[in-house]
T-cell receptor
Framework: EPEVTQTPSHQVTQMGQEVILRCVPI?????FYWYRQILGQKVEFLVS????????KSEIFDDQFSVERPDGSNFTLKIRSTKLEDSAMYFC???????????FGEGSRLTVL | GQQLNQSPQSMFIQEGEDVSMNCTSS?????WLWYKQEPGEGPVLLIA?????ELTSNGRLTAQFGITRKDSFLNISASIPSDVGIYFC??????????????FGQGTILTVHP
């Protein structure tokens, strides 16, 4: 069964360092998303991406965050200068069409020290 | 913004028992989704509800879309150990078409004792 894959599964970084989280969405999907889940809390929407541009973003997604689809398969989330409060599980998700089911990856755990 | 409140926050039950959890909102949702998250995994969609009053089943799971469109219920019958996980309700913004931008509840943690 097709699935959303994410790398790395866990990354530990120092505060102030840049981090790139990578995602390979399901191949025929057109809409891509990043969500965040701080330990023990709910899943929160960060950003949606369609047709090679951001379609919507939350207030969490400030200037320190960026997303990119550098080729036909990868979808990345970059955090320029990580803060302690960026420590969380980051989930990539994708869906095929406008009303389709959202499929989540297994997540990338980011720990900022 | 829209918020979803889930109750209970956690449940400890014996295998074979039925489970009921709910989700409420102060604002209307036009779609209700129920997800399950297991340790180390992303959320997986269990049931989607699109119409007020709708009752939908998926195996031992049954969910209902409240008539007021401000609540939803998820029931699990005859629980088994693999039902363990966190159950989230979620929904897209009312009046919007962005089904990918979901608001999640804070989750109900289910523990099943064999």
């Amino acid at each position: 069964e097709p699935e959303v894959t994410q790398t790395p599964s866990h990354q530990v970084t120092q505060m102030g360092q840049e981090v790139i989280l990578r995602c390979v969405p399901i191949s025929n999907h057109l809409y891509f998303y990043w969500y965040r889940q701080i330990l023990g809390q709910k899943v929160e929407f960060l950003v949606s991406f369609y047709n090679n541009e951001i379609s919507e973003k939350s207030e969490i997604f400030d200037d320190q965050f960026s997303v990119e689809r550098p080729d036909g398969s990868n979808f990345t989330l970059k955090i320029r200068s990580t803060k302690l409060e960026d420590s969380a599980m980051y989930f990539c998700a994708s869906r095929q069409g406008a009303g389709g089911e959202l499929f989540f990856g297994e997540g990338s755990r980011l720990t900022v020290l | 913004g829209q918020q979803l409140n889930q109750s209970p926050q956690s449940m400890f039950i014996q295998e074979g028992e039925d489970v009921s959890m709910n989700c409420t909102s102060s604002s209307i949702f036009n779609t209700w989704l129920w997800y399950k998250q297991e340790p180390g995994e992303g959320p997986v969609l269990l049931i989607a509800l699109y119409k007020a009053g709708e009752l939908t089943s998926n195996g031992r799971l049954t969910a209902q879309f409240g008539i007021t469109r401000k609540d939803s219920f998820l029931n699990i019958s005859a629980s088994i150990p693999s039902d363990v996980g966190i159950y989230f309700c979620a929904g897209p913004p009312a009046g919007g078409t962005s089904y990918g931008k979901l608001t999640f509840g804070q989750g109900t943690i289910l523990t099943v004792h064999p």
